[in-house]
């Protein structure tokens, strides 16, 4: 199995455009979270779906921060308009269905930096 | 609030020793409590799992105690080596699967 894979390894932008991280899951995990990482907050998580649904969003900082799975084998965490705040580490991580001892396989990480 | 402490940001031992990790949680009810290891630039990797009924979990040269009394992981490492340098992460999680990671605990093993 490929595991999880995100796409861009790296981006670098400036504050105001538009940024998009994409998600594919390992085949047949049907839950996915999408976390950040920062020096200074650790590993938060931002919001996690479940067979393709939302299920907690209560991480995700303010309304520049959005995403959507549509399907079971993809999903985007979009922010517009990115601030330099936003510059960490996004992963996003896949599980078998929601459950006790659901072991979340990570995915390399998205390093945004915001100019 | 839920909050999770795990022990000093560094934690530096001789190979050979065993290496002792602690992972402290208030306002917290978590149905399974997992340890995580990292290594620069990559996504945390799953080491165990243990759950709310059980005292101790071992794989190879790993063991993880998880006591909801005193609301408290250890996760050990024996016969440590310089390969298992890395920073260590504790996840509380809920039957739900959402899990609240600590900051983690750099561990360097020096030979």
């Known amino acids: 199995d490929a595991g999880v894979i995100q796409s861009p390894r790296h981006e670098v932008t400036e504050m105001g455009q538009e940024v998009t991280l994409r998600c594919k899951p390992i085949s047949g995990h049907n839950s996915l979270f999408w976390y950040r990482q920062t020096m200074m907050r650790g590993l938060e998580l931002l919001i996690y779906?479940?067979?393709?649904?939302?299920?907690?969003d209560s991480g995700m900082p303010e309304d520049r921060f959005s995403a959507k799975m549509p399907n079971a084998s993809f999903s985007t965490l979009k922010i517009q308009p990115s601030e330099p705040r936003d510059s960490a580490v996004y992963f996003c991580?896949?599980?078998?269905?929601?459950?006790?001892?659901?072991?979340?396989?990570f995915g390399p990480g998205t390093r945004l930096l915001v100019l | 609030s839920q909050k999770i402490e795990q022990n000093s940001e560094a934690l530096n031992i001789q190979e050979g020793k065993t290496a002792t990790l602690t992972c402290n949680y208030t306002?917290?009810?978590?149905?399974?409590l997992q340890w995580y290891r990292q290594d620069p630039g990559r996504g945390p990797v799953f080491l165990l799992l243990i759950r709310e009924n059980e005292k101790e979990k071992r794989k190879e040269r790993l063991k993880v105690t998880f006591d909801t009394t005193l609301k408290q992981s250890l996760f050990h490492i024996t016969a440590s080596q310089p390969a298992d340098s890395a920073t260590y992460l504790c996840?509380?999680?809920?039957?739900?699967?959402?899990?609240?990671f600590g900051d983690g605990t750099t561990l360097t093993v020096k030979p």
């Open positions: 996840a509380l999680s809920t039957n739900a699967g959402k899990s609240t």
């Open positions: 991580a896949s599980s078998t269905s929601g459950g006790q001892g659901e072991t979340q396989y």
């Open positions: 306002n917290y009810s978590p149905a399974y």
């Open positions: 779906f479940n067979n393709n649904v939302p299920i907690d």
